[in-house]
């Protein structure tokens, strides 16, 4: 059973705006989005936990948005001014509570190509 979906992605152009959704089912507690360019590790963008306390990596501050909608346990990111190295294979990652402890669930991943 898949806890966590994503959606949205695709192709942009330079300069536009990307928005990526994501479900997870369960008692979620952080929500992070993480990015996967070809040929390299995967690193954090942006996360958001219960409370709704927001964090950025340094490449996506001040032109990325994190938001939560914790009635359907939903997270969504809206990145603006998009460049080439914005490129990559995007998973958000659920910390969910089993109420015996928690773990880590991926989504699948969703591509985003950022190219005129």
């Known amino acids: 059973q898949e806890q966590v979906l994503e959606s949205g992605g695709g192709l942009v152009q330079p300069g536009g705006s990307l928005t990526l959704s994501c479900t997870a089912f369960?008692?979620?507690?952080?929500m992070e989005w993480h990015r996967q360019a070809q040929g390299k590790g995967r690193e954090l963008v942006a996360g958001?936990?219960?409370?709704?306390?927001?964090y950025y990596s340094d490449s996506a501050k001040g032109r990325s948005t994190i938001s939560r909608d914790n009635s359907k346990n939903t997270m969504y990111l809206q990145m603006n001014k998009v460049k080439p190295e914005d490129t990559g294979v995007y998973y958000c990652k659920a910390t969910i509570d089993h109420g015996v402890g928690y773990d880590d669930s991926w989504g699948q991943g969703t591509q985003v190509t950022v190219s005129s």
């Open positions: 369960g008692t979620i507690l952080n």
């Open positions: 958001i936990t219960a409370s709704g306390r927001r």
